[in-house]
């Protein structure tokens, strides 16, 4: 009857869910590299910083 063609499989299963858009990756590639320079300032930077520093 149907034999000549192939049985596929369920076509809601073989469909992968859509990915990250583009602007979202670079949003957060953006913020770590931000977050990173920070903390690398901080702990290069070193120094006194506080209230007793300006008395």
Do not use: C, F, T, Y
């Not at 858009?21 to 913020?31: E, N, Q, R």
């Amino acid at each position: 009857m149907n034999e000549d063609r192939p049985q596929s499989e369920d076509p809601r299963r073989s469909v992968a869910p859509p990915g990250i858009p583009g602007w979202v990756k670079g949003l957060v590639i953006g913020l770590v590299v931000v977050v990173a320079l920070v903390v690398l300032v901080m702990v290069l930077g070193g120094g006194e910083h506080g209230p007793g520093m300006h008395r």
